[in-house]
C-alpha cells in the first residue's frame, strides 16, 4: 500500500515549456486535490476532484489544467510554465467516509 | 464560508518545555478540524482530527488538541518539546464542502 505517490519529484522548466505532473493513489478514494504551497501562503487549492471524469476549479487555478480520466490517478499540467508557478506541488486524496486527506511527497518544480 | 487563522508564523520553545500552537476558525456549520505536520522536504500528515465526538482530541506523537466552540478555537498542545517535534504544523478546517481550507502554517523550532 503506497497511499498517494507522484512523479515526478523535481523539474526544472524554462518560460513556455509545458509539464505534467501525475498523481497516483491506491487506496481507492473519491476525492483528490492539487495544491501549491509557497514561502508564507500555506496550502492553497489549484483543482480538485470529487469522482472519476470530474474536476472542479479551487482558488488558484489560473496557468493550469487537471484530468482524472481514472478514480486512482489525477494529472496536473502546465501547458505554458511562467516563473511566478514555481512552487513545490502536492497531491492529495480523501476517502468518504474519512475526512482526512492524505498528501503525496510533493514535486518541487522551478521555472526559468 | 470558512477560514483558519494560525496566530504566530514561528514559535520556539526549550526542549522539554510546553508547546503551544494556536487555530481559530471561522465556520457558518459545524465544523471538522486537523491538524497536520510537515517535516522538511516531506508532504504533510495527519497529527489529530476533531469530528463532532470529543471536544479533548488526542493525537499522534503526545499533540492534542482541544475543541472550544465559544472561543472558535482549536489549539495544539504538547507537554514537553522534543527536538524531533521541530516542524510546519498547519491547521485546517472543513465545514462539509469536502474542500478544507488551510491556515498558513507555524513553524515550530525547538532549542536545546
Known amino acids: 500500500n503506497a497511499g498517494v505517490t507522484q512523479t515526478p519529484k523535481f523539474r526544472v522548466l524554462k518560460t513556455g515549456q509545458s509539464m505534467t505532473l501525475l498523481c497516483a493513489q491506491d487506496m481507492n478514494h473519491e476525492y483528490m486535490y492539487w495544491y501549491r504551497q509557497d514561502p508564507g501562503m500555506g496550502l492553497r487549492l489549484i483543482h480538485y476532484?470529487?469522482?472519476?471524469?470530474?474536476?472542479a476549479k479551487g482558488e488558484v487555478p489560473d496557468g493550469y489544467n487537471v484530468s482524472r480520466l481514472k478514480k486512482q490517478n489525477f494529472l496536473l499540467g502546465l501547458e505554458s510554465a511562467a516563473p511566478s508557478q514555481t512552487s513545490v506541488y502536492f497531491c492529495a486524496s480523501r476517502g468518504n467516509p474519512t475526512y482526512e486527506q492524505y498528501f503525496g511527497p510533493g514535486t518541487r518544480l522551478t521555472v526559468t | 464560508a470558512q477560514s483558519v487563522t494560525q496566530l504566530g508564523s514561528h514559535v520556539s520553545v526549550s526542549e522539554g518545555a510546553l508547546v503551544l500552537l494556536r487555530c481559530n476558525y471561522s465556520?457558518?456549520?459545524?465544523?471538522?478540524l486537523f491538524w497536520y505536520v510537515q517535516y522538511p522536504n516531506q508532504g504533510l500528515q495527519l497529527l489529530l482530527k476533531y469530528t463532532s465526538a470529543a471536544t479533548l482530541v488526542k493525537g499522534i506523537n503526545g499533540f492534542e488538541a482541544e475543541f472550544k466552540k465559544s472561543e472558535t478555537s482549536f489549539h495544539l498542545t504538547k507537554p514537553s518539546a522534543h527536538m524531533s517535534d521541530a516542524a510546519e504544523y498547519f491547521c485546517a478546517v472543513d465545514g462539509g464542502s469536502y474542500i478544507p481550507t488551510f491556515g498558513r502554517g507555524t513553524s515550530l523550532i525547538v532549542h536545546p
Open positions: 465556520s457558518s456549520v459545524p465544523p471538522y
Open positions: 476532484s470529487v469522482g472519476e471524469g470530474t474536476t
